[in-house]
C-alpha cells in the first residue's frame, strides 16, 4: 500500500480501494498462487499491468 500511495500520490483510503478493486488482490487471497512470495515491486509492476489492461478495454468499449 505504501508504494502504491507514493507512486500513485493517493491518501492511505484511495490506495486501499486502488489495490482491493483488482485481481491481483483476490489472487493474493487465494493461498494456491503464493503470489505473497512475490517482491513489493514485482507486485506493483502486475498491479500497473492489470490497470493499463483494464483501462485499454475501457477505451475500446467507449470506441464501439
Known amino acids: 500500500v505504501e508504494l ?4 500513485k500520490v493517493l491518501l492511505l483510503e484511495d490506495a486501499l480501494y486502488y489495490i482491493y ?3 491481483l488482490y483476490k489472487s493474493l487471497l487465494d493461498e494456491n498462487t503464493k503470489l505473497w512470495y512475490s517482491s513489493t515491486l514485482s ?3 502486475a ?5 493499463a489492461e483494464l483501462a485499454k478495454e475501457k477505451a475500446a468499449k467507449k470506441k464501439k
Open 47 to 51: 498491479l500497473e499491468k492489470e490497470k
Open 4 to 7: 502504491v500511495m507514493k507512486k
Open 21 to 23: 478493486s483488482t485481481q
Open 43 to 45: 507486485l506493483y509492476e
